[in-house]
Each structure stands twice: as C-alpha cells, then as structure tokens.
C-alpha cells in the first residue's frame, strides 16, 4: 500500500511542476528554450493565456493527486 502511495505522490508532483512551468511560462515570468522538439518548435514569446490556464489546471490537479495519495480517501 505505501508504494501505491508514493507512485500516487511521485505522479502527482511530476503533474504539478509541469503545471507550474506552464503556468510561469504563459504568464510571461519564465522563459527558456525547447528542449525536446519533434516538429517545428519555437518559444512562448510573451504571455500565452491558454498555456496559463493549462497550467493553472495541471498544477491544480497534480496537488489534489498528491493530497489523496498521501492522505488517502476516508470512506465511513
């Protein structure tokens, strides 16, 4: 049960700091280059409100992923 736990934290930090990169990167407060491109890739140039709210959204759930993975579902 604790390495279910842990996977579930692991997994839910891993969503939440993509989530707070996108959410600093479509604010316009980070800027860095691709690093891994498949296609044509190019920088965020300036703000970018979809890739806030992506990141608001990820962010936002890989928090709750770690709160139930650490704390657990209570069932009566």
């Given amino acids: ?5 842990l996977a579930g934290a692991l997994i839910g ?3 939440g700091l993509i989530g707070l ?3 600093l990167q479509g ?8 690093i891994l491109c498949i296609a044509n890739c190019e920088e965020i140039v300036g ?8 990141g608001l959204i990820a962010l936002i759930i ?4 770690i709160f139930v993975s ?3 579902i209570r069932r009566p």
Avoid: D, E, N
């Fill in 1 to 5: 049960m604790k390495a279910k736990r």
């Fill in 13 to 15: 930090a891993f969503v």
């Fill in 21 to 23: 990169l996108w959410l």
């Fill in 27 to 34: 604010t316009g407060v980070l800027r860095i280059r691709p």
């Fill in 47 to 54: 703000p970018s409100p979809v890739w806030a709210v992506s």
């Fill in 62 to 65: 890989g928090v709750i992923v």
């Fill in 70 to 72: 650490v704390r657990g």
